[in-house]
């Protein structure tokens, strides 16, 4: 089945504990985001990668990183968490070539940082 | 900054029509895009604009103008299932630098 996985699908933790959250796509897309979504707000872009070894800032980077080291995978990294990155983070991909650029999206993580 | 407007909320009844507007001021635009998201879900695809012009499928369509920096999606025969929060999304980049609005909470009603 075509899809987007990201685990751990809820994790909480304390401010300053490193974490990854992982983002894996088995439709070989070379496109890959991480959103963030806060209540009544939308989506967030926080990184985004072209392709292999090519990332790129969002919208709001700060405090977060991200490795494209393999095309399938795309994992997000808090080195020192606070709590203002308790969220909903997305993780999601489109293949390049595709006419609709149609964002395939992952289940979502529900990150609280205490 | 990036400025993606659309209403918070709106309600329709079941078996309507709903227009929800979009307006956009971005810096880079490379196609427009309309998602669903239903509460505790990921979004979904609905549409993607990058010309000017009416896309329509099925019970649902999106219209884009450019230079007006606007879109609307519209929703026919509205259905009990089309309560959902509706994300308009500006893609800024050919390389996938994207920018969504805040969402439209659309409630449907009997």
């Known amino acids: 089945e075509a899809q987007v996985t990201q685990n751990p699908r809820y994790l909480i933790t304390v401010t300053g504990k490193k974490l990854t959250v992982t983002c894996s796509q088995n439709m070989n897309h070379e496109y890959m985001s991480w959103y963030r979504q806060d209540p009544g707000l939308g989506l967030r872009q926080i990184y985004y990668?072209?392709?292999?070894?090519?990332?790129d800032k969002g919208d709001v980077p700060e405090g977060y990183k991200v490795s494209r080291k393999e095309k399938r995978n795309f994992p997000l990294i808090l080195e020192s968490p606070s709590p203002n990155q308790t969220s909903l983070y997305f993780c999601a991909s489109t293949l390049r070539d595709s006419r609709r650029n149609e964002q395939f999206f992952g289940p979502g993580t529900r990150l609280t940082v205490l | 900054g990036q400025n993606i407007d659309q209403p918070t909320e709106m309600t329709a009844t079941e078996g309507a029509i709903v227009q929800i507007n979009c307006t956009y001021q971005?810096?880079?635009?490379?196609?427009l895009f309309w998602y669903q998201q239903h509460a505790g879900e990921a979004p979904t695809f609905l549409s993607y604009?990058?010309?000017?012009g009416l896309e329509e499928k099925g019970r649902f369509s999106s219209f884009l103008s450019r230079s007006k920096g606007y879109s609307y999606l519209l929703l026919k025969e509205l259905q009990m299932k089309d309560s959902a929060s509706y994300l308009c999304?500006?893609?800024?980049?050919?390389?996938?630098?994207?920018?969504f609005g805040d969402g439209t909470t659309l409630t449907v009603k009997p």
């Open positions: 604009n990058v010309l000017d």
């Open positions: 999304a500006v893609r800024r980049s050919n390389a996938g630098k994207s920018t």
């Open positions: 990668s072209m392709n292999v070894e090519v990332t």
């Open positions: 971005t810096s880079g635009f490379n196609g």
